[in-house]
């Protein structure tokens, strides 16, 4: 009988599946979702768009329509390209993909978005990972550092990072952009709750690309992200994109919600109001609650509480990420998705009922 220890790579064997944990029946702030739905008063209109879909054909190739859309709310510059992928995942997989072979690793912070790291692994790609400082901004000089030593061929930097949620400084950033001879990738997943944007700055740097996702606008469900940059390198990495990548009911769907995306503009106005009661309350109940710009919090408790305050909401049906790993820069950390008013008043009570137990 063949083993799959002949055939998979050892370190594709060594790695565990990326755990998505059952949420039926749960208040579900794990995951940095958009809580609230499209309106019901708009429903009928974009299930009307969607009866134009032709299942019977392959999607478009190239989107116009949708790309056109993608530029305009995503303030993308005149003059540079955009590559749409199946989320972002996918646009980090094809630049992996891309300098496969190169010998160069990719490189980021860490702690950083997981697929990082993951997908590096999964093209055969070395990933070097330069921790953050205590208070989580990046530290420059070890970056600088493993970008001379390293020479990666990608440099990931989340703006605002995940899973801690805070911008890194821009100075720093624009000397990384002038320190490597390889692509710098600034991914702006949670650009709509932000304050800052390297997307106008496109073109001040040959080597600078911006990534963008619909997902926390709250568009998850139908998977789609854009990188955009020169020509130079999008004509390039296009060549990896999969045929039909995007399909006809993705398209479909995002052509809607974004002709009308100031429905989107007023939920994530509303989420970054509720960011802040949220801190506040949060920080009301003891908790140590870092500064975020995302849609999604990240707190410290007290030495050898977070684990057993994420077992109990887990067990009143709340579900929130456990982000403790002792020894690191996470110990202790809990993050929590910033949801409606109830959610979140849901959430502040059942920590606070847990806090008072001790």
């Given amino acids: 009988m063949t083993d799959p220890a002949d055939l998979i790579r050892p370190e594709i064997r060594a790695l565990a599946a990326y755990p998505v944990p059952d949420a039926e029946g749960f208040i579900k702030l794990d995951a940095m ?4 739905p499209w309106p019901e008063a708009g429903r009928q209109a974009w299930l009307e768009r969607l009866r134009q879909a ?20 995503m303030g993308v510059p005149d003059g540079m390209a955009v590559l749409l992928g199946n989320g972002s995942d996918e646009l980090i997989q094809i630049l992996a993909l891309a300098v496969l072979g190169q010998g160069r690793p990719l490189l ?15 093209c055969g790609l070395e990933h070097i990972a330069v921790p953050l400082r205590r208070d989580f901004s ?5 970056m600088l550092e493993a970008i001379a030593e390293h020479r990666p061929a990608v440099v990931f930097l989340a703006h605002p990072n995940n899973p801690t949620g805070n911008l890194f400084d821009e100075a720093d950033m624009e000397q990384i952009l002038d320190a490597t001879d390889g692509l710098v990738v600034v991914d702006e ?7 800052r944007s390297f997307m106008p700055r496109l073109g001040e740097w040959d080597n600078l690309l911006v990534m963008r996702t619909v997902s926390k606008m709250g568009l998850a469900g139908i998977r789609l ?5 020169p020509a130079q390198w999008i ?18 769907t995002a052509e809607f919600a974004l002709e009308h995306h100031e429905v989107l503009d007023e939920q994530t106005r509303r989420i970054r109001e509720e960011r802040a009661r949220l801190a506040e309350a949060l920080s009301g109940l003891g ?20 684990t057993p305050l994420f077992e109990g909401l887990r067990a009143r049906r709340i579900l929130i990420k456990n982000l403790h790993a002792p020894g690191s820069l996470l110990e202790d950390c809990l993050r929590m998705t910033v949801g409606t008013p109830e959610e979140n008043a849901a959430l502040v009570a059942a920590l606070g009922e847990l806090l008072a137990e001790g």
Avoid: C
């Fill in 225 to 229: 992200g854009l990188l955009a940059g």
């Fill in 33 to 36: 979702e958009n809580p609230w």
């Fill in 287 to 306: 908790l140590e609650v870092f500064p975020s710009e995302a849609n999604f919090l990240l707190v410290r408790t007290a030495p050898g509480r977070a």
């Fill in 108 to 122: 980021s912070p860490e702690p950083g978005f997981v697929m990082y790291r993951m997908i590096a692994t999964f």
């Fill in 235 to 252: 004509d390039e990495l296009d060549k990896l994109r999969l045929p039909y990548n995007i399909n006809t009911l993705t398209r479909l």
């Fill in 54 to 73: 032709e299942l019977n054909r392959y999607p478009e190739p190239r989107p116009q329509r949708l790309m056109q859309r993608l530029r305009a709310v």
């Fill in 138 to 142: 990046l530290d420059l000089p070890a």
């Fill in 189 to 195: 997943a949670y650009h709509a709750f932000s304050s």
